[in-house]
């Protein structure tokens, strides 16, 4: 990937790269292990994506760097046919982290249930 500068035009408000178009910040710095403020700092231009980085992402996301890497215009991504389907990531987050409170709620309840078997 030819490096560019924020000067030349690395990020604009109205271009950015796919990879922060199509998937949030929360959900990469999980999956990648970088902090939430160094993707924000590529995110916004403030620095330029390390080829570390670009591997890390392009290699857990199963993703081309041309395609991750690209700097697009933000509603290019939303009419892209390769995203249409896709579900928001965020709204699968609040599924997976409600879907863990529940199973641990009903474990809770099963402990109760236990306990009170013993007092019968």
């Not at 395609?67 to 987050?93: C, M, N, R, T, W």
């Amino acid at each position: 990937m030819k490096e560019t500068t924020r000067k030349e035009g690395m990020m604009t408000s109205e271009r950015q790269y796919r990879l922060f178009l199509k998937y949030t910040r929360e959900y990469l710095s999980q999956i990648t292990g970088y902090s939430k403020n160094y993707l924000s700092r590529i995110a916004t231009g403030a620095r330029a994506p390390s080829e570390t980085f670009i591997g890390v992402c392009c290699h857990t996301l199963k993703e081309p760097q041309e395609y991750l890497f690209e700097l697009v215009q933000p509603h290019e991504v939303s009419i892209d046919p390769a995203l249409k389907g896709h579900p928001d990531q965020d709204l699968l987050e609040t599924i997976d982290g409600l879907a863990a409170r529940l199973t641990k709620a009903e474990e809770a309840v099963k402990a109760l249930q236990d306990e009170l078997r013993q007092y019968e």
